[in-house]
Nanobody
Framework: QVQLVESGGGLVQAGGSLRLSCAASGRTFSNYAMGWFRQAPGKEREFVAAIGWSGANTVYADSVKGRFTISRDNAKNTVYLQMNRLKPEDTAVYYC?????????????????WGQGTQVTVSS
């Protein structure tokens, strides 16, 4: 089992920045691909960004490309999501997820472990 705990959410004005963190415990973190997903009120959960086990490979949703950066520190068992130039439409609960694969993946069904989520609210 892998336990994932997100932190770093909050309220920010449009154009501002936030950095989300996801701390993992349990099995060997470096063996897992990691990802971030989000769910806005009344909408389905959607993919945001993902990173492979080494951190060398990343993939982003078009809506966040160029504004968000995913990274990981395997020594700290932590994955990050740096969010810049935030927009009101980025408002959502953000979830960290882990997949028992080494390569980068973006399909929700591949992810085995999920955190509880952290709220991000962007005011206009």
């Amino acid at each position: 089992q892998v336990q994932l705990v997100e932190s770093g959410g909050g309220l920010v004005q449009a154009g501002g920045s936030l950095r989300l963190s996801c701390a993992a415990s349990g099995r060997t973190f470096s063996n897992y691909a990691m990802g971030w997903f989000r769910q806005a009120p009344g909408k389905e959960r959607e993919f945001v960004a993902a990173i492979g086990w080494s951190g060398a490979n990343t993939v982003y949703a078009d809506s966040v490309k160029g504004r968000f950066t995913i990274s990981r520190d395997n020594a700290k068992n932590t994955v990050y999501l740096q969010m810049n130039r935030l927009k009101p439409e980025d408002t959502a609960v953000y979830y960290c997820a882990g997949a028992r694969v080494n390569w980068v993946v973006s399909v929700e069904g591949v992810f085995d472990y999920w955190g509880q989520g952290t709220q991000v609210t962007v005011s206009s």
